[in-house]
């Protein structure tokens, strides 16, 4: 009959709400995220896995999927800035290097440049920039994920894009 | 240089993320395990005499026993979203979820599945489609009435009007099923609000029209038009009349009883609500009230001989600590033999006295129940998020258990070290007027110790108290919070006192 069909229908909010389902659906910006913390692929690899697993416990079986990208913004956020190397992360670096490794290449014109000068930022002015111009996160919500007043985000932005500029003429 | 462009250039490359790694995997179960033991050892240092002493210092507070029976998940469908209610054979449970038809077994096996469109909200070509119910004439005769749109195209004969989500234009279809192939019979000229099976056809209701469909062929026998001015929205049937919801001008509801083989009007009736359920003598509805800072989840019934209105009786009071509006939404209403059961929005399913109105108990099922039905000695039960659970009746209900697999319901953990008032953001008072769902807000390194309760003249205190996790120093916290609930029972009825937070 005419009004029947075999049309597939999309089912990927089904699995929105499992570890997997979460992981497909915030990896990949949770790791850009942390790359441009970091400026090291590697290291922004450890920080989402650590971030996942502590989450996991509390937020794989919450009911409004939607906010799981604000916690995973902001344990990320937290694991760069206090420095967090997790046990797993320490052992890894020395069984692939031995020691403390240089960073994976950044394999785009200008690329180097851009992610050499973020790391002429102090850390919050780099988390700043990064939540402001890559995650487009309004002041209040950069305030609330530094833990500082809205001022200090103003502050943060505008001395961390003289940086940038300046490195980067 | 643009900043954004050049953040975004940089972070392209790094690879996209597909699979959740194993190491993840492992590393959360293993937190979850680490989780779940520092709280046993918590409780194992808090010792005996700590526990007696801690809870000398606290108010009384009476715990609700624990649920006297646990719903069994028979399935979970793939699919899920608008629900049609039940329809059952001897053999097979039929449940439409559009714009799919699923025939189950009482072991919750899939023994077919029908489509009749693509799904309104998906990004799939048309025709879309919204299924308005189905009934069963016999086992080898199942209606389907839905609504569909036109093929861009224009080959559809069935309407002209372009198709809106949610508005009442669009036309309707009725397909039967037989033999395990769906047939369109019938093409109707407005949208199907419901369907029932009457003695020698299926009844189907369009917006102002009942009409009149057989299944050994496709002619409308002698469509019945509906009294001018009221757009029928929900069609019922009990073992002698039809009742038709509708709404009137000015969004009055009005109730139409119907002789169930001419589709006569025999009386009719405002009504202060939606209605959606009839069984046990009565048509049921659930409406909701208003008092200052409170509102009132309700049920009232329609007596089927009288039409005089019972009620309506509090199910649910939803008392705020602000000014944003919330309730807790009603429905579905079965009655079956002489128990009424209510479902809610928040995933409790209630038995309340179908004389009296009066809640009598309550069962946790999963998620909101989207239809109910009674079979073989259970109450089934089609949720909003594709699970089908069954609870047994027998012995009667006569507790109220909370929603234990629920998330974000948590059972306080008293402990020894300081706590300090969270203040609740919706206190629910159930039926009972003693059992009581406290909704508050705390952060992601703490958790409910208990919640305190204060017994005055014209008030009731409640305060959720709140204490930190045990974490090493310098451990990071995410500065977010989460909603959770939480279920107390007063250590006496509240009656005509207000429950506030702390001053």
């Not at chain 2, 369907?195 to 056809?201: L, P, Q, S």
């Not at chain 2, 929603?403 to 159930?430: H, K, M, N, Q």
Request: net charge negative; hydrophobic share 40%; with cysteine.
């Amino acid at each position: 009959m005419e009004g029947v069909t075999d049309q597939p229908v999309t089912h990927e909010v089904l699995d929105s709400t499992r570890l997997d389902g979460l992981y497909r659906m915030h990896a990949t910006r949770a790791k850009r995220t942390a790359f441009l913390l970091t400026g090291d692929a590697e290291a922004a690899a450890d920080v989402v896995h650590d971030a996942f697993v502590r989450l996991a416990g509390r937020f794989v079986d919450v009911r409004h999927p939607e906010v799981f990208a604000a916690y995973l913004r902001r344990t990320i956020v937290s694991l760069v800035r206090t420095g967090h190397r997790s046990a797993t992360r320490e052992r890894r670096h020395l069984e692939r290097h031995g020691a403390p490794s240089e960073a994976i290449e950044v394999d785009v014109a200008g690329g180097l440049a851009v992610r050499d000068a973020l790391m002429k930022l102090t850390m919050r002015q780099r988390a700043a920039v990064v939540l402001r111009y890559y995650e487009d996160l309004p002041e209040a919500e950069i305030a609330d994920a530094l833990r500082c007043r809205p001022g200090t985000v103003k502050s943060l932005l505008s001395r961390g894009l003289d940086v940038l500029r300046e490195e980067l003429r | 240089m643009d900043v954004r462009d050049a953040l975004n250039t940089l972070a392209e490359t790094v690879p996209p993320e597909s699979e959740l790694p194993e190491r993840t995997r492992k590393g959360a179960r293993r937190r979850r395990a680490l989780n779940a033991s520092v709280t046993l050892l918590m409780i194992i240092a808090m010792g005996a005499g700590g526990w007696v002493g801690v809870r000398a210092l606290r108010p009384e507070q009476t715990r609700i026993p624990p649920a006297e029976r646990t719903p069994e998940g028979v399935t979970k469908l793939e699919w899920f979203g608008h629900t049609a209610p039940f329809a059952q054979t001897d053999d097979s449970l039929w449940l439409a979820i559009s714009p799919r038809l699923y025939r189950l077994a009482d072991d919750g096996t899939v023994k077919g599945e029908w489509r009749f469109g693509n799904d309104p909200l998906s990004p799939n070509p048309p025709p879309y489609a919204t299924i308005a119910g189905t009934a069963a004439s016999s086992d080898r005769f199942v209606f389907v009435a839905y609504r569909t749109n036109s093929l861009p195209d224009g080959r559809d004969p069935c309407v002209a009007q372009p198709f809106v989500a949610g508005s009442a234009k669009g036309c309707g279809r009725v397909a039967v099923i037989r033999n395990g192939t769906a047939e369109e019979r019938t093409v109707l000229d407005e949208p199907p609000t419901g369907i029932v099976m009457g003695d020698e056809w299926a009844w189907v209701s369009g917006v102002s029209t009942l009409y009149r469909v057989t299944d050994g062929d496709d002619i409308l026998h002698a469509p019945v038009p509906l009294p001018p001015g009221l757009r029928a929205v929900k069609l019922l049937r009990d073992a002698t009349h039809l009742w038709v919801l509708t709404e009137g001008p000015e969004s009055a509801n009005v109730l139409l009883k119907l002789d169930a083989r001419t589709g006569a009007e025999v009386a009719r009736t405002e009504v202060p609500g939606s209605v959606v359920g009839v069984g046990a003598g009565a048509v049921w509805g659930a409406g909701l009230e208003r008092e200052g800072a409170r509102t009132i989840s309700t049920v009232f019934r329609i007596d089927t001989e009288t039409l005089r209105i019972t009620g309506p009786t509090r199910v649910i009071t939803t008392f705020l600590a602000g000014d944003e509006p919330a309730f807790t939404q009603l429905g579905p209403i079965l009655a079956d033999g002489s128990d009424v059961w209510v479902g809610s929005h928040d995933g409790i399913v209630y038995r309340i006295d179908a004389d009296s109105g009066r809640t009598l108990g309550s069962i946790r099922t999963k998620f909101a129940p989207a239809t109910m039905i009674r079979r073989g000695g259970f109450l089934w039960s089609a949720h909003l998020d594709g699970h089908i659970v069954r609870t047994p009746l027998d012995p009667p209900v006569t507790t109220f258990a909370p929603p234990e697999d629920a998330p974000d319901y948590v059972e306080p953990s008293p402990g020894p070290g300081p706590s300090r008032p969270a203040g609740f953001t919706r206190v629910d008072l159930l039926g009972d007027d003693r059992t009581i769902v406290v909704h508050f807000f705390h952060g992601l390194c703490d958790h409910l110790d208990h919640v305190a309760i204060s017994y005055e003249a014209t008030r009731v205190v409640v305060r959720p108290m709140i204490a930190d996790d045990p974490r090493p120093p310098g451990t990071a916290c995410p500065g977010a919070g989460v909603v959770q609930r939480s279920v107390v029972r007063l250590r006496e009825p509240l009656g005509d006192r207000t429950i506030v937070n702390a001053d």
